[in-house]
């Protein structure tokens, strides 16, 4: 059963930093694109960022571009999201979800339950 923990979320200051971490299992982690999706009150889902299968090629959007490193360790079967010089803009709930092997779809089919990040002073 494919199973995606998302962890590391909490409240922090603005410009402060956090580390998100999504523990996968059952599926084999190595073969599969993976990103980071958020949803804050009131709005859409957007995007975040994406990595492919070695962790040699990323993604981001532009508003936390320069800010947010995405990364994996796939003898761990974790998705990380290092967040830095965090804004009030950034709070959400941060999901980690399953693309396709091979070339991205942006398109899901499973995801994590979400872990809460909060940037207030």
């Known amino acids: 059963q494919v199973q995606l923990v998302e962890s590391g979320g909490g409240l922090v200051q603005p410009g402060g930093s956090l580390r998100l971490s999504c523990a996968a299992s059952?599926?084999?982690?190595?073969?599969?694109?993976m990103s980071w999706v958020r949803q804050a009150p009131g709005k859409g889902p957007e995007w975040v960022s994406a990595?492919?299968?070695?962790?040699?090629?990323?993604r981001y959007a532009d508003s936390v571009k320069g800010r947010f490193t995405i990364s994996r360790d796939n003898a761990k079967n974790t998705l990380y999201l290092q967040m830095n010089s965090l804004k009030p803009e950034d709070t959400a709930l941060y999901y980690c979800?399953?693309?396709?092997?091979?070339?991205?779809?942006?398109?899901?089919?499973?995801w994590g339950q979400g872990t809460q990040v909060t940037v207030s002073s």
């Open positions: 979800a399953r693309d396709s092997a091979g070339p991205p779809r942006y398109e899901y089919d499973y």
């Open positions: 990595i492919n299968t070695g962790g040699g090629s990323t």
């Open positions: 059952g599926f084999t982690f190595s073969s599969y694109y």
